[in-house]
């Protein structure tokens, strides 16, 4: 069965603090993964995609890492911020021929940086 | 250039009652998937259109139907609302099955009552 599974599933932070949240996923064929963020009652907001031949994607202070050996993927959150609360969503990618793709989302990790 | 834009925002229904939900792609996209999202969990797949028809559907029942118009904006209807219908319906739009471009919407936060 394909799924993604996230953790821990919530965190708690203290602003300029460093975080790293975790994705193992069970997902063939594999295509490619993607971190989301999303804030409470918005839509998810792309942070990284790496197909499986990427090891790390960066994008400001976040980091992807990917070992597709494993299949496991980590977020790291560098100096972070009060705005860095929400959650994070984990989400791999299944493209079939023909054209066709399906996303496998986590149930995320929900991040709360406090003052 | 406008992203995914849904509508409404917000929405109260009573249960047994129908409820439509729209979406607008981004420019340029010619694909719209819809989700459901629980509080606190993943969203889940409902169903995609392209080119007006449904070409893939997720584990939802047929109360659950949508519909894809020529300018590629779609809707979602929900018929028999249930308790359990409540949840953020989020759309998502892409060009045919390209990922990177792949955009959701905002969401319209559905609560039945």
């Known amino acids: 069965k394909n799924q993604v599974e996230q953790s821990p599933q919530s965190l708690i932070i203290l602003e300029g603090k460093n975080c790293t949240l975790q994705c193992n996923y069970t997902v063939s064929p594999f295509s490619n993964l993607r971190w989301y963020k999303q804030d409470t009652g918005r839509g998810p907001v792309s942070l990284t995609i790496m197909t499986f031949s990427e090891n790390t994607k960066s994008n400001g202070r976040y980091t992807a890492t990917l070992d597709a050996d494993t299949k496991q993927s980590s977020l790291h959150i560098t100096a972070s911020q009060l705005s860095d609360s929400a959650s994070y969503i984990c989400?791999?990618?299944?493209?079939?021929?023909?054209?066709?793709?399906?996303?496998?989302f986590g149930a995320g990790t929900r991040l709360a940086v406090h003052p | 250039d406008a992203g995914v834009t849904q509508s409404p925002t917000h929405l109260i229904k009573t249960r047994g009652q129908q409820v439509t939900l729209r979406c607008s792609p981004k420019s340029g996209h010619d694909t719209v998937s819809w989700y459901q999202q629980a509080l606190g969990q993943g969203p889940q797949f409902i169903f995609q259109?392209?080119?007006?028809?449904?070409?893939q559907r997720g584990n939802f029942p047929d109360r659950f139907s949508g519909h894809q118009f020529p300018n590629y904006s779609s809707e979602l209807n929900v018929n028999a609302l249930l308790l359990g219908d409540s949840a953020l319906y989020l759309c998502?739009?892409?060009?045919?099955?390209?990922?990177?471009?792949?955009?959701f919407g905002s969401g319209t936060r559905l609560t039945v009552v």
């Open positions: 998502a739009s892409s060009l045919g099955s390209q990922i990177y471009g792949y955009t």
């Open positions: 259109y392209y080119e007006e028809e449904e070409r």
């Open positions: 989400v791999v990618i299944i493209l079939f021929s023909g054209g066709y793709n399906k996303l496998i």
